[in-house]
């Protein structure tokens, strides 16, 4: 399988504390996605890091990308009740269309 | 307009129906694509649609048709399907400038069940 992993499968932290994701795929990519879904909900896209760039940043959102060890991750700083969601992190390749292929999942529960 | 809207919400069908999903963008992107997601489980490519042509067909059993009618409409002509057919099936789209690195637009998705 093509599948990325991704760890921990659950976190749970207080409100207010970072939470870290991390994630780790099998081949060349293109770029790597990391998404957010509520609930069985559709997927919303968080942030996007191509494979040239090492970090990346989107208000309290940063990315890291290791392509030598073929991973990622993502912190989540000063967290919020709304985060509670399920991460996954997307592996892209372009093979005409772009190809993505998701990681397991992070279930992040934040406590108030 | 960045939404993608699908139709219908929920959708439980016999395994003798034949049904459709409907998926649709008015954001001027070129690429289109399913996913299955079951329960507790990331989402698994099934078609991609660039351009209009199928581009990608990850060994989909035939019982699942995709058909991309114009470039804002995508649907998925479901027929003889299995109880374990049954999964969210979302819907995306993204630009599709050739080799570039595009971020896909989900739709909310249909919840599929199959008696």
Known sequence: SQQ????????SIQEGENATMNCSYKTSINNLQWYRQNSGRGLVHLILIRSNEREKHSGR???????????SSLLITASRAADTASYFCANARIQGAQKLVF?????????? | DTEVTQTPKHLVMGMTNKKSLKCEQ????????WYKQKAKKPPELMFVYSYEKLSINESVPSRFSPECPNSSLLNLHLHALQPEDSALYLCASSQERQGASDTQYFGPGTRLTVL
């Open chain 2, 26 to 33: 008015h954001m001027g992107h070129r690429a289109m694509y």
């Open chain 1, 4 to 11: 990325g992993e991704e760890d921990p499968q659950a976190l």
């Open chain 1, 103 to 112: 990681g397991q999942g992070t279930r992040l529960t934040i406590n108030p």
């Open chain 1, 61 to 71: 959102l940063r990315v890291t990308l290791d392509t030598s060890k073929k991973s």
